[in-house]
């Protein structure tokens, strides 16, 4: 089977076929630094953590590029309302710098806690002006921009597939139509969905962060970003793009019609800007309410670890739905999820103790296509596989994978290590570390078990029984069943019970 993606450029399930063969280009929406990103945030990096270790899986070489907004956007997608980064500057009397420097240490700490691979490429938007100007320029020489009280604004009118991605008709738009409720219409546009390209200190008086630029002084809206820097990195045309289902109707809507509307003739001859098109749904609180830092209503991943769950408990929770399915969020939900996964965890932690192997031997699995190599595996590992590589490549169907996993820890005619090997290969994707996770639980049983033990430095007949115990472990795995019973009647006989356990004998004076 192969790989199946949705697309949302045509609501359809299509085949995917790369640009170039064995190869994928892909651009995420990053995060706007002026604030901590909530859980809600944080599911979209998920589902694109998934969808690079899937495509790391199924042999792919990857580039994945993702920005971070230290400029540019405004509280309302469509260029109302406050600038974020200068707001959250102001309040906290620090520079936007400042504030950008320490909400994007503090992004990368939630992803690094939640076990997701940093992108190959990260682009700042501050260090990426002189491309957002030439891009803008080629806008301007192709007829799509007006100037307009002192801002350039994008002339929605001057590109025919406006709203394709969002099946907008520009035509049936009316004033405020696609956008927030009690948006404040800015009176410079000629159409209320054009959009601006570079604000001048007419916008701002004061504004924090202005570089020069043929239009005057000033600094790039939110939207042209995305499109400069991931054309700079993956070219005028790749595979995918992908961001959380609001980004349809306004960011990504305004980032194609920039994009495509920079096009040369034969650029346009080549194809889209981008081939696939992949969002993913929001988090809802109960109460169904989305989650979202301008209403307050909002939770960071820290707020769940202090409230005594692992980042990793967050994750399992995101991948026992679709990335394409609203998801809901409870505290019950929660308290679910963290039973479930280390209930998951006790279940690998017996596996990887019957295979007697060292958990440093099962290396992290990020090489090309390593994960999906075969070779030397029983026909009923194969078979695991398959359904989980099936699953992967039915749209990143992350639920069914996830239950491969239960099902390889229940599969009893699995030999102990290779179903280790396959669950640690199907951990490449699902990313929960579980061989990890299985070594130290492991680990704490047996120092739990230890500290448990009798004490018997005061027993003048400890070295005896020490030995005569140690004995009857040897004859039991040689099958020596008469010694064994030899063993026992003279334990009994002095009074001593012997009890196994996971680290091994242990006996008592009744």
């Known amino acids: 089977m192969a790989l199946r993606l949705y697309n949302t450029m045509g609501r359809t399930m299509q085949e995917f076929k790369p640009l170039k063969e064995g190869f994928v280009g892909f651009y995420g929406c990053g995060p706007t630094v002026y604030n901590y990103a909530h859980i809600g945030n944080l599911r979209a990096y998920v589902f694109l953590d998934t969808l690079?270790?899937?495509?790391?899986?199924?042999?792919?070489?990857?580039?994945?590029?993702?920005?971070?907004?230290?400029?540019?956007?405004?509280?309302?997608?469509?260029?109302?309302?406050?600038?974020?980064?200068?707001?959250?500057?102001?309040?906290?009397?620090q520079s936007v710098l400042e504030i950008a420097k320490f909400y994007t240490e503090a992004f990368y700490n939630d992803i690094d806690r939640l076990n997701i691979r940093r992108p190959d490429v990260v682009c700042k938007a501050t260090e990426h002006i002189n491309e957002m100007i030439e891009l803008i320029k080629q806008l301007e020489a192709n007829g799509h921009t007006y100037m307009a009280g002192g801002n350039l604004y994008y002339d929605v009118s001057t590109y025919k597939d406006y709203g394709k991605l969002a099946n907008l008709n520009l035509d049936e738009?009316?004033?405020?139509?696609?956008?927030?409720?009690?948006?404040?219409?800015?009176?410079?546009?000629?159409?209320?969905?054009?959009?601006?390209?570079?604000?001048?200190?007419?916008?701002?008086?004061?504004?924090?962060?202005?570089?020069?630029?043929?239009?005057?002084?000033?600094?790039?809206?939110?939207?042209?970003?995305?499109?400069?820097?991931?054309?700079?990195?993956?070219?005028?045309?790749?595979?995918?793009?992908?961001?959380?289902?609001?980004?349809?109707?306004?960011?990504?809507?305004?980032?194609?019609?920039?994009?495509?509307?920079?096009?040369?003739?034969?650029?346009?001859?080549?194809?889209?800007?981008?081939?696939?098109?992949?969002?993913?749904?929001?988090?809802?609180?109960?109460?169904?309410?989305?989650?979202?830092?301008?209403?307050?209503?909002?939770?960071?991943?820290?707020?769940?670890?202090?409230?005594?769950?692992?980042?990793?408990?967050?994750?399992?929770?995101?991948?026992?739905?679709?990335?394409?399915?609203?998801?809901?969020?409870?505290?019950?939900?929660?308290?679910?999820?963290?039973?479930?996964?280390?209930?998951?965890?006790?279940?690998?932690?017996?596996?990887?103790?019957?295979?007697?192997?060292?958990?440093?031997?099962?290396?992290?699995?990020?090489?090309?296509?390593?994960?999906?190599?075969?070779?030397?595996?029983?026909?009923?590992?194969?078979?695991?596989?398959?359904?989980?590589?099936?699953?992967?490549?039915?749209?990143?169907?992350?639920?069914?994978?996830?239950?491969?996993?239960?099902?390889?820890?229940?599969?009893?005619?699995?030999?102990?290590?290779?179903?280790?090997?396959?669950?640690?290969?199907?951990?490449?994707v699902i990313s929960l570390k579980l061989i990890e996770s299985a070594a130290k639980y492991n680990e704490e049983a047996e120092k739990a078990a230890k500290a448990a033990l009798p004490d018997h430095s005061n027993d003048p007949e400890a070295a005896e029984i020490d030995a005569l115990v140690a004995e009857r472990v040897e004859a039991k795995k040689a099958k020596n069943f008469a010694r064994c019973d030899e063993i026992r009647d003279l334990l009994t006989s002095k009074g001593i019970t012997v009890t196994d356990t996971p680290s091994g004998p242990v006996w008592t004076r009744k």
């Open 173 to 428: 738009l009316k004033e405020g139509a696609g956008r927030r409720k009690e948006v404040v219409i800015d009176e410079n546009k000629r159409n209320p969905q054009d959009f601006a390209l570079w604000f001048t200190k007419s916008k701002f008086e004061n504004q924090a962060l202005t570089w020069d630029s043929p239009w005057g002084r000033g600094y790039p809206g939110w939207h042209i970003e995305c499109s400069a820097m991931s054309m700079k990195y993956l070219g005028r045309h790749f595979d995918i793009h992908t961001g959380g289902i609001d980004h349809v109707p306004v960011h990504h809507t305004n980032e194609i019609a920039q994009s495509e509307g920079a096009f040369t003739e034969e650029e346009r001859k080549q194809g889209p800007w981008v081939n696939y098109w992949m969002h993913n749904e929001f988090l809802v609180l109960q109460g169904a309410t989305k989650m979202s830092k301008s209403s307050g209503n909002f939770l960071t991943l820290q707020s769940l670890i202090d409230k005594g769950y692992d980042a990793l408990d967050y994750r399992f929770f995101l991948l026992g739905a679709h990335y394409r399915k609203q998801v809901y969020f409870s505290w019950e939900a929660m308290d679910g999820a963290k039973a479930s996964r280390l209930a998951l965890i006790q279940r690998v932690a017996k596996i990887l103790a019957a295979s007697g192997a060292d958990a440093s031997s099962f290396k992290k699995v990020y090489a090309k296509g390593e994960a999906a190599d075969v070779t030397g595996l029983s026909e009923k590992a194969k078979e695991h596989l398959a359904k989980f590589q099936s699953a992967l490549e039915n749209d990143l169907a992350m639920p069914v994978a996830l239950s491969c996993i239960q099902k390889v820890c229940k599969d009893g005619s699995l030999d102990a290590k290779e179903a280790a090997e396959i669950i640690n290969r199907m951990d490449s």
């Open 52 to 93: 690079d270790k899937t495509f790391n899986y199924l042999g792919y070489d990857i580039k994945h590029v993702m920005n971070i907004t230290d400029v540019g956007h405004l509280s309302g997608d469509s260029d109302d309302g406050d600038d974020k980064m200068v707001k959250t500057a102001e309040e906290k009397h």
